[in-house]
T-cell receptor
């Protein structure tokens, strides 16, 4: 069964304290891995797409990396405005109708204290 | 600006009542999706549509119905058969066949009263 697991569930950091969020997956027919940011009461906002092992993407204080079985979202010197839930999703083939669908993890709630 | 509009932002449903959530997009995307989000859980797929007048059930379709009469619109009806409808509902769209990920609306929070 296709599955995406994110850890930790929640993470509290002091401003400036760097850390990493993990997304591990077991899927067949992987096409891409996506990171989203979600603020309370809002829809997810796209951050990155990673396609192959070894690939890295950066945006401001965020850097996403991908291996064959997991992805990391590294947050360098975070600020309070980085507080949000970060969602990982894997685009995998649905063998039933040959379409690609996103399978989401349950997210990591990040709180950055000033 | 292109995007996805969901309405209403908040919706209250009485027991035994059907309610419809609106989702409109002006991105010219072919595919549209409905997800349900509960606290501490990932997004779960309710229904999706890849082209007009065609849609498929997702993982938790029971108690829900959809239509896709226009490319821009994909309304979701939560029927009285859905016994636990209180949740945050998200609509998304994508360019089918390309690896761009999804664009999400701002969500509708449905509460049973």
């Amino acid at each position: 069964e296709d599955q995406v697991t994110q850890s930790p569930e929640a993470l509290r950091l002091q401003e400036g304290e760097s850390s990493s969020l993990n997304c591990s997956y077991t899927v067949s027919g992987l096409r891409g891995l996506f990171w989203y940011r979600q603020d309370p009461g809002k829809g997810p906002e796209f951050l990155f797409t990673l396609y192959s092992a070894g690939e890295e993407k950066e945006k401001e204080r965020l850097k996403a990396t991908l291996t064959k079985k997991e992805s990391f979202l590294h947050i360098t010197a975070p600020k309070p405005e980085d507080s949000a839930t970060y969602l990982c999703a894997v685009q995998a083939l649905d063998w039933g109708d040959s379409s690609y669908k996103l399978i989401f993890g349950s997210g990591t709630r990040l709180l950055v204290r000033p | 600006d292109g995007g996805i509009t969901q309405s209403p932002k908040y919706l209250f449903r009485k027991e035994g009542q059907n309610v419809t959530l609106s989702c409109e997009q002006n991105l010219n995307h072919d595919a549209m999706y409905w997800y349900r989000q509960d606290p501490g859980q990932g997004l779960r797929l309710i229904y999706y549509s890849q082209i007009v007048n065609d849609f498929q059930k997702g993982d938790i379709a029971e108690g829900y119905s959809v239509s896709r009469e226009k490319k821009e619109s994909f309304p979701l009806t939560v029927t009285s058969a859905q016994k636990n409808p209180t949740a945050f509902y998200l609509c998304a769209s994508s360019i089918q066949g390309l690896n761009y990920g999804y664009t999400f609306g701002s969500g509708t929070r449905l509460t049973v009263v």
